[in-house]
């Protein structure tokens, strides 16, 4: 069984701060994503990694998936009270034409004051 | 183009109940994945569908089925209902197996 562990669970900072995110695995992932999702509410997609030492940016936002294709970060630049919510990494297994489905870890909890 | 739907929002069950929760995918998309996500956990993988067949399965009891239909839609049934069913379910739609995967907002199963 893949796991996909995130760290830290809970982060709250003063909005202005950065802040990173991360995600690590001992398996190998053909892609990950990273998704946000509100309180009682669906997870939102926010980006797809897919190959080794891939960065890509959105917005204040910086996504690094690892050379290894283990593990991946997510970094916040200048944190806005809109950041705030659960931060999830999920990764698709390389093999099995992505039948397995996604590798969840449990998430980072953000909580940005103002 | 509308995004993934899911349907009831809410509901409450008993134990022992069975329950038929429903999900219409995203346009132009033909495999719909299901997920289980329990209070501060992240979502886990129930099963995968494509071209109305099974195409995969977590680790999950065979009280939990499915089904697709031709345009896509699908349902997750959950038979004898258990106290630790209680979770937010999860519809994902992608293009195709292995695909990006857009979340509906789920449907909340509280089982008493």
């Known amino acids: 069984t893949q796991l996909l562990e995130q760290s830290p669970q809970f982060l709250s900072i003063q909005e202005g701060e950065n802040l990173t995110v991360y995600c690590n695995s001992s398996?190998?992932?053909?892609?990950l994503q990273w998704y946000r999702q509100e309180p009682g509410e669906g997870p939102v997609l926010l980006v797809t990694v897919v190959t080794g030492g891939e960065v890509k940016k959105l917005k204040r936002l910086t996504f690094q998936f690892g050379d290894a294709r283990k593990d991946s970060s997510l970094h916040i630049t200048a944190a806005q009270p809109g950041d705030t919510g659960l931060y999830l990494c999920?990764?698709?297994?390389?093999?099995?034409?992505?039948?397995?489905?996604?590798?969840f870890g449990k998430g980072t909890h953000l909580i940005i004051q103002p | 183009e509308t995004g993934v739907t899911q349907s009831p929002t809410h509901l409450i069950k008993t134990r022992g109940q069975q329950v038929t929760l429903r999900c219409s995918s995203q346009?132009?998309?033909?495999?719909v994945s299901w997920y289980q996500q329990a209070l501060g956990q992240g979502p886990q993988f129930i099963f995968q569908?494509?071209?109305?067949?099974?195409?995969g399965r977590g680790n999950f009891p065979p009280r939990f089925s499915g089904l697709q239909f031709p345009n896509y839609s699908s349902e997750l049934n959950v038979n004898a209902l258990e106290l630790d069913d209680s979770a937010l379910y999860l519809c994902?739609?992608?293009?195709?197996?292995?695909?990006?995967?857009?979340f509906g907002p789920g449907t909340r199963l509280t089982v008493l």
């Open positions: 569908y494509y071209r109305e067949e099974e195409n």
């Open positions: 346009s132009g998309h033909n495999t």
């Open positions: 999920a990764g698709l297994e390389g093999s099995g034409g992505g039948a397995d489905g996604l590798t």
């Open positions: 398996s190998v992932f053909s892609s």
């Open positions: 994902a739609s992608s293009p195709r197996p292995g695909g990006e995967q857009f």
